[in-house]
C-alpha cells in the first residue's frame, strides 16, 4: 500500500481475488467501519483500475489496483463540457478530458443504460455535443407546440438526431490521458482514417512527464499482451506469442524538471500502452503510472511525484482531410490538473 497527499492506493493480490470490493476495503482499511466503507464507495471515492466504481459488491481480482481519495470525484462529464475543436460532415476532432472512457469495451456494450449513465464513453458523449453545437446556430425557433405534440416530436426528432449525430472511434486514449481525438461521421471516413493511421499518415505527438532525464531516441520492439506476470510488455526472444505487434515510439527531451523531465513522444504505431510501456521498460516511469510501476521481477518503482493521474496528453495532431485534402493541424495545451500539479512541481525544485 501506498499514499499521495490525496489519494492512498491499495494494490491487491492473489488472496484478495473473488472478494467483495467492500470486503477488501474494509481489511486494508483498519480504520473505517462497514458505514465508512460503503459512504467512499457512494460517494464516488473509489476508482478500481483507474475506473470509478459505485458497487460494494463487485468483485475484485488479485491484480487489481484500487483507489481511495480524500474528497469526491466529480460527476460524469456533461455533453456540453466536451470541446469540439473541429467540426465539418465528415469528421470531428475533440479534446478528451481526463476520467472519461474513449469507447465502451465490448463486454460492457449490453449494459442498461442507467448504468451507463453513471460513466458515459466520450463516443457516447459526442452525439449530444454534437446536437447542442449546431443547435447553437438556430437563429430561430418554430412555434411552441401543445404540450402532447411536444412531447411526441421532441422524442422522434431526439431519436432522429442521435442517429445523424452518432461517430465512430478511429483511434483510442487510455481513460486517464487526456488530449485530441479524432472520431469520425460515417463508416466510409472511418474506413479511410483507419487506413491514414495504418500508414502512419497521422502525426501524432504526446507530452509526457516522466523519471529521469531521458535522451532523444527510438524505441522499436515486439510488445505482447502478457509479458508473463499478466501485465503487457516487451516480448523476449524466446517467446512465440499470437499477440507479438511491433511498437515503435520516438521521444525526444522538452524540459528538466528536477528528478523528472518533460518530453515529447511521436507515435509510429499505436500499441495499447504503447508510450507507458516503452517508458517504464527504459527505466523512465510515466509519472502517476499505477500499471507499469511494477517490474517483471514483483518488486515496484516508487513514484513520489504525487500526479493526479498518468502524466501523458495527446498534445499535436497532423492529418489531411481525407476528402478535400486540406491540411488540417491541432494542438491542446496541459489541462487544469496537470497544469496545476506541473506548477507545483517546478516551484518545489526552485
Request: proline letters at 6%; aromatic letters at 6%.
Amino acid at each position: 500500500m501506498s499514499s499521495g497527499s490525496r489519494f492512498q492506493l491499495i494494490h491487491l493480490v492473489e488472496e484478495d481475488a473473488g472478494s467483495t470490493l467492500s470486503n477488501v476495503l474494509k481489511r486494508r482499511l483498519e480504520n473505517c467501519s462497514w458505514g465508512d466503507v460503503r459512504e467512499m464507495i457512494l460517494k464516488r471515492r473509489v476508482q478500481v483500475n483507474g475506473n470509478l466504481c459505485l458497487d460494494a459488491a463487485r468483485k475484485v481480482t488479485g491484480k487489481d489496483v484500487i483507489k481511495v481519495w480524500q474528497e469526491s470525484l466529480p460527476k460524469p462529464v456533461e455533453p456540453t463540457a466536451i470541446k469540439l475543436v473541429y467540426v465539418d460532415d465528415y469528421l470531428v476532432v475533440v479534446e478528451k478530458p481526463p476520467a472519461v472512457t474513449s469507447t465502451r469495451h465490448i463486454e460492457e456494450r449490453d449494459l442498461p443504460k442507467k448504468r451507463r449513465q453513471l460513466q458515459p464513453t466520450l463516443e457516447e458523449l459526442i452525439p449530444d455535443a454534437l446536437m447542442h453545437h449546431f443547435q447553437s446556430f438556430r437563429k430561430a425557433q418554430p412555434p411552441t407546440p401543445t404540450r402532447k405534440m411536444r412531447i411526441q416530436e421532441t422524442a422522434r426528432q431526439k431519436e432522429h438526431r442521435m442517429k445523424r449525430y452518432s461517430v465512430i472511434a478511429v483511434h483510442r486514449l487510455d481513460r486517464d490521458t487526456s488530449g485530441l481525438m479524432i472520431f469520425a461521421r460515417t463508416p466510409s471516413i472511418a474506413q479511410a482514417l483507419g487506413i491514414m493511421f495504418r500508414k502512419h499518415e497521422v502525426v501524432r505527438k504526446y507530452h509526457a512527464v516522466v523519471h529521469g532525464h531521458p535522451k532523444a531516441q527510438t524505441f522499436d520492439n515486439i510488445l505482447v499482451r502478457d509479458r508473463g506476470d499478466g501485465v503487457r510488455g516487451s516480448k523476449s526472444a524466446d517467446i512465440d506469442d499470437p499477440s507479438s505487434q511491433r511498437a515503435v515510439t520516438h521521444i525526444r527531451p522538452i524540459e528538466k524538471i528536477g528528478d523528472y523531465s518533460m518530453i515529447e513522444c511521436q507515435l509510429e504505431t499505436g500499441r495499447t500502452h504503447q508510450i507507458r510501456i516503452h517508458l517504464s521498460e527504459a527505466g523512465h516511469l510515466l509519472c502517476g503510472d499505477l500499471i507499469y510501476g511494477r517490474n517483471r521481477d514483483g518488486t515496484r518503482t516508487e513514484d513520489p511525484s504525487n500526479a493526479p493521474r498518468q502524466a501523458l496528453h495527446s498534445a499535436t495532431l497532423e492529418f489531411k482531410h481525407p476528402i478535400s485534402g486540406e491540411d488540417l493541424k491541432f494542438k491542446m495545451p496541459w489541462p487544469a490538473d496537470l497544469y496545476q500539479w506541473l506548477q507545483q512541481l517546478r516551484k518545489n525544485v526552485k
